[in-house]
């Protein structure tokens, strides 16, 4: 099967493609079992196989660049200004291999809540089969991340043993909204940073024929968590939802920062606490974290995730609201 059925959208200089995206409504009822399984037709219609999608051969471009430049951490910098054009490139083949080592770590933890999910219902209903097709999706992303790792030549950014360990609390976590709430925190982020760098014809072909496929299949587990979360929202008093807003509102804090690691920036002569501070307090953090986040937010605004003073005041924080939702 070929990705040449992704169609573009200009929005802005960039296209933004809307293709498969989940549209799920946070306020109407959905019935979980009906769309498990149409999810589970278009999981056998619609997988890819990236040993074969992805042209491995072929050798890098010279010319060609790994992430879209007005993303990259250190834009828009005075670090950034001292780089030359190699070094700019440099940091961005970096930060790819740190998103794609985070992406394997995130994909691990969610497949362990979806083998969890697997056994919670009747065990051979819709519901359950479609978390062991997602598990089967991510499984063959990890290791398409693993394989465009390893041919940069640029070994995994790795997290450290003490944050592995408390992600390991979340298998503790009680399934419900905030679990799938940090699923899609995870899936959306990069969804959407996918969805405008795999239309810039500036990047390496096989960046942006990953980044296709990555999107193409994340468009049904979007949809997914978000319908699981809806009805979660909707089927827990108020005590128990405000326990899932707050869960993943501290998630969402987590998960920001950690997404580009600071040992990376030793690669252009940059120290990781300097290159750090640099990323956390320069010009473009909010609105690249705004720009990857605001679908995801206004979903959870509608389904009832974004209320209550502690909440909102984390997610602020967070600096990934979109202005109007952070003013209120
Ligand atoms: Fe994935
Ligand atoms: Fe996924």
Redesign the pocket.
């Known amino acids: 099967m070929t990705t040449s059925d992704v169609r573009a959208e200009t929005n802005g200089q960039i296209a933004v493609t809307t293709d498969g995206m989940a549209r799920v409504s946070g306020r109407r009822p959905i019935d979980l079992q009906r769309s498990a399984g149409r999810l589970l037709k278009t999981s056998v219609e619609k997988f890819y196989d990236a040993e074969v999608d992805i042209d491995w051969d072929s050798p890098w471009l010279p010319d060609k660049a790994w992430f879209p430049e007005h993303r990259l951490s250190l834009y828009g910098t005075g670090l950034w200004n001292r780089l030359s054009e190699e070094q700019k490139i440099d940091l961005g083949k970096h930060e790819l291999v740190s998103i794609l080592s985070f992406g394997i770590y995130a ?1 691990n933890l ?1 497949s362990m809540a979806l083998l969890r999910l697997n056994t919670t219902g009747d065990l051979v209903d819709n519901k359950a089969l479609y978390a062991l097709a ?1 598990v089967g ?2 499984s063959r ?1 990890s290791t398409m991340f693993a394989r465009l790792i390893a041919k940069t030549g640029i070994p995994p950014y790795k997290l450290p043993p003490g944050f592995l360990s408390l992600a390991k609390i979340l298998h503790f976590v009680p399934l419900g909204p905030s679990i799938q709430g940090a699923t899609l925190l995870i ?1 959306e982020i990069l969804d959407r940073a996918q969805r405008e760098a795999m239309n810039d014809e500036r990047l390496q072909p096989q960046v942006r024929q990953l980044m296709k496929i990555h999107v193409l299949e ?1 468009a049904r ?1 979007i949809t997914f968590a978000r319908s699981e979360l809806v009805e979660g929202m909707r089927s827990r008093g108020r005590i128990s939802r405000a326990w899932h807003r707050g869960v993943l509102a501290v998630v969402a804090n987590l998960s920001y920062p950690i997404l580009i690691n600071p040992k990376l920036y030793r690669a252009v002569g940059v120290h990781p606490v300097r290159g750090f501070l640099a990323c956390q307090f320069g010009p473009h953090y909010r609105e690249n974290l705004q720009f990857m986040s605001e679908p995801m937010i206004r979903f959870f605004d509608e389904a009832g995730m974004m209320e209550g003073r502690f909440t909102m005041f984390l997610w602020r924080l967070t600096r990934s609201l979109p202005d109007d939702i952070a003013r209120r």
């Open positions: 994909e969610l997602e999706d991510e992303h899936e994340e587990h």
